[in-house]
């Protein structure tokens, strides 16, 4: 199978792309510049933004499925009005463009990047694919996205993958909550009550494997692992792999004054469960928080 990916440098897209290509697909990865180094072995780079019409849309064309990934970072810098604006169009036209592609012509499949985001903050309701949208920014970037994607419909089997906090060591949000514990200052925020859907990169890597082969992935797909945690149980976890008190609390005031508008993702609720992969028959590689910890943490050490 020819897979044509964008955001393949990214933190999911990479480890994507070298699983594809170890698997004998031929990979085409979109980039907005050359990747140092290269992407590896039987990875074709195809150089454009993903947001902009260009040559790349011919080169999507030639493939038989695609993987869209692409969009601005959320967890980067604060949400100032500039930063919003480049969240939201770096995901809702790329996808435009895509579907715009697949519905005509080329890949039969899109599998679409997407957000936990979309159910907003929801205390303790446990929240599968058939839960209603939420309220706030995320959830209004996430229904715009899915729509975007579900545009490629009916010629294309699409698959919006509703993905949680990616668990690894090589960036995203573990890194960064890694390091008070490494000074001696974890904790929770808060009270830590709050639900945090996570997931680790394999299993990211790996459900969206399952998205792109089997015809019975359609629609919403939750990326996030079958045991959710409360913010504290993550403190807890990273604490004991590393040796470390997790006992010191950062003050939700503290958290809100340093994030601003951001501090409302931070903070969300969200008690996520992967129903459909359960469903499909996807064997969790990480499905407890310590195991995952355990194996992110010592690799790290």
């Not at 209603?132 to 996205?145: H, I, N, P, Y």
């Not at 974890?186 to 990169?201: E, N, T």
């Not at 501090?263 to 996520?272: C, E, G």
Request: glycine residues 12%.
């Amino acid at each position: 199978m020819k897979v044509f990916v964008t955001g393949a440098t990214g933190l999911i897209g990479r480890p994507l792309c070298a699983a594809l290509a170890a698997r004998g697909d031929r990979v085409v990865a979109l980039s907005r510049r050359p990747a140092p180094g290269g992407l590896g072995k039987g990875i074709e780079a195809v150089m454009g933004d993903p947001a902009v019409e260009g040559g790349w849309l011919e080169a999507l064309a030639a493939c038989d499925a695609c993987v869209h990934l692409a969009g601005e970072p959320v967890a980067e810098g604060r949400f100032t009005d500039e930063k919003k604006r480049r969240i939201r169009e770096s995901r809702v036209r790329s996808t435009e463009l895509v579907a715009g592609v697949l519905r005509e012509r080329g890949p039969r499949v899109l599998v679409s990047g997407s957000a936990v985001g979309f159910y907003g903050t929801r205390g303790d309701e446990v929240l599968d694919e058939g839960a209603e949208r939420g309220q706030g920014f995320l959830a209004d970037v996430s229904q715009a996205w899915e729509d975007a994607a579900w545009a490629a419909r009916p010629r294309a089997r699409v698959v919006a993958v509703r993905t949680g906090i990616v668990l690894s060591m090589a960036g995203g949000a573990l890194p960064k909550l890694v390091l008070p514990f490494k000074l001696f200052a974890g904790g929770p925020l808060g009270r830590g009550d709050f639900w945090q859907p996570w997931i680790h990169l394999d299993d990211e890597v790996g459900l969206l494997l399952l998205a792109l082969d089997d015809p019975r992935a359609e629609g919403p797909l939750n990326a996030a692992a079958p045991e959710p945690a409360r913010n504290r149980d993550v403190a807890r976890a990273i604490g004991k792999v590393l040796g470390r008190p997790s006992f010191v609390p950062a003050p939700e005031a503290a958290v809100r004054l340093a994030l601003g508008e951001k501090a409302d993702i931070v903070l969300a609720s969200q008690r996520v469960v992967p129903r459909r992969a359960l469903e499909l028959g996807y064997r969790f590689l990480f499905p407890a928080l310590d195991a995952a910890l355990t194996d992110l943490l010592r690799k790290a050490a």
